[in-house]
């Protein structure tokens, strides 16, 4: 926020760069978002905030990250699976 450009992938690209290198968490990338999946909390918010600080690493004086958590227990899920279940 608050860039020369209305244009923010070179942002989201440090992002995105930032979770792809990490081996403990699976990243599928949207047009409008990131799709996480982690085992544990921990490694999620670990990711996250990897991501968060890449971009601030570029000169950015304000970051704003945004998380929605779908957490389910009662059987295994995965990315494949819920994208499966539209078709």
């Known amino acids: ?3 020369k450009s209305t244009s923010v992938s070179n942002y ?5 760069d930032e979770l792809e ?3 403990k968490i699976r990243v599928k990338p949207g047009a ?3 799709i996480i999946e982690a085992e544990n909390l921990h490694d ?6 990897k991501a968060h600080e890449a971009v601030f690493r570029l ?8 998380i929605k958590i779908d ?3 009662d059987k295994k899920a995965s990315i494949e ?4 279940a539209l078709k």
């Open 1 to 3: 926020m608050g860039t």
């Open 21 to 23: 290198k990490d081996k």
């Open 12 to 16: 989201v690209k440090a992002a995105l």
């Open 44 to 49: 999620l918010f670990n990711a996250v905030e």
């Open 71 to 73: 957490d389910r227990r």
């Open 81 to 84: 699976k819920k994208i499966n």
């Open 32 to 34: 409008m978002g990131t």
């Open 59 to 66: 000169g950015v004086k304000r970051v704003v990250t945004e």
